[in-house]
C-alpha cells in the first residue's frame, strides 16, 4: 500500500493518505460518521484497503478479510490480507464451496467464531468429503499461526445477498482472541457495515457484478436522516417524526453528522455527504 502510511500517537492513529486530502484522525471513540468518513475518503481501491486494515489493526487484529457472498466466488476479488497460502488455498471451488464459515455467511446473518466450526469439525465422528475439506483448512490456518476468526455476516446494503467481514489475529490463542472481540465488537460491526456501504458507492467495478445495482437500500439511521433532508422538503423535527425516532436522537445524529464532516450547518452537512458520496438520493427517491 504505497500511497497511505501511519503514524502511532497515544491511543490514536494518523493516517498520512494521498486518499485523504491531508492527515485523518482515528480514535478508538470513533463513531459511525467518521468511520464511514475515512473510508470515504479513499481515492483508490489500494488507498480503500490500506484505510481498512490501519482500523483493523488499531483494533488490535492483524488481518481480515471482506467477501461478497452472493456475487463472486473468487477470493482474489476480495480484500483478504492473510497469508498467501490461506488465498491460494481458496482457489480451489470444492474448499470454497464447502467452507463452513463461508457456508454461514451465504445462509445466515450474525457473527461466528471460527473456532466454534472448527470444533465441530474436528470432533466429527465421520468423515465425508466436506469435513475432511474443512479439515485441511484448519490444519493450514493452524500451521500458519491463526487460531481462531470471528466472522460478521450481514445483509449487502444494495439488497443482494450477503457479506462476510472476517478479522483474525496471528499467534493469538482462542481465549485471548475472544477477549479481544469482546473489546472492539462494537466498532467491527460498525467497521464491516462501513466497508459495504462506501466499497458499494465508490468501488462498485470491483465490490459488484456487472449489472447489479449500486443503490444502496440498507442505509444506517443518521445517513437515512441526511437522505431524507436531501430529497425532500421536511425539517428536523418532520424527518424524526418520519423516522419514528425522537427529536433529540434526530438532533443527536445531526451534530454528529456537522463533527465530522466539518460542516457548520445542516445543509452543508448533507452537501459533503453527498460529496463523500455517504448517501445516496436515488435510494429513498426510489423507494416513495
Not at 36 to 50: E, G, H, P, W, Y
Not at 170 to 186: M, P, Q, T, W
Not at 211 to 226: A, K, N
Amino acid at each position: 500500500m504505497d500511497n497511505a502510511d501511519a503514524r502511532g500517537t497515544g491511543n490514536k492513529i494518523v493516517l498520512s493518505s494521498s486518499a485523504a486530502g491531508g492527515e485523518i484522525v482515528y480514535t478508538q471513540s470513533m463513531d459511525e460518521f467518521q468511520i464511514r468518513l475515512l473510508l470515504s475518503r479513499a481515492k483508490t481501491l489500494q488507498d480503500f484497503f490500506c484505510i481498512i486494515l490501519k482500523i483493523v489493526n488499531r483494533l488490535g487484529f492483524s488481518d481480515c478479510s471482506f467477501t461478497r457472498l452472493s456475487s463472486r466466488n473468487d477470493p482474489d476479488a476480495h480484500l483478504v490480507t492473510t497469508h498467501q497460502k490461506i488465498s491460494d488455498h481458496y482457489k480451489d471451488k470444492a474448499v470454497w464451496s464447502n467452507d463452513l464459515m463461508i457456508g454461514h455467511g451465504t445462509n445466515q446473518t450474525g457473527p461466528k467464531f471460527q473456532s466454534e466450526i472448527d470444533q465441530f469439525v474436528l470432533g466429527s465422528p465421520v468423515d465425508p468429503d466436506w469435513i475432511i475439506t474443512n479439515r485441511a483448512s484448519i490444519q493450514l490456518r493452524f500451521q500458519l499461526g491463526y487460531f481462531d476468526y470471528y466472522g460478521i455476516s450481514m445483509k449487502a446494503v444494495n439488497g443482494n445477498g450477503n457479506v462476510l467481514f472476517a478479522i483474525t489475529s496471528k499467534n493469538v490463542n482462542v481465549i485471548e482472541f475472544r477477549e479481544k472481540i469482546e473489546r472492539a465488537k462494537a466498532s467491527l460491526h460498525l467497521l464491516a457495515g462501513a466497508i459495504d456501504h462506501v466499497g458499494t458507492r465508490k468501488f462498485s467495478e470491483f465490490f459488484l457484478e456487472p449489472g447489479e445495482s449500486d443503490v444502496v437500500s440498507i442505509t444506517p439511521q443518521p445517513l437515512r436522516l441526511l437522505t431524507l433532508m436531501a430529497t425532500t422538503n421536511m425539517r428536523l423535527k418532520e424527518v424524526a417524526e418520519f423516522m419514528g425516532i425522537t427529536i433529540n436522537t434526530a438532533n443527536d445524529h445531526m451534530k454528529a453528522a456537522k463533527k465530522a464532516l466539518g460542516a457548520p450547518t445542516p445543509a452543508r452537512a448533507v452537501f459533503l455527504a453527498i460529496k463523500a458520496k455517504l448517501i445516496d438520493i436515488r435510494a429513498e427517491t426510489n423507494s416513495k
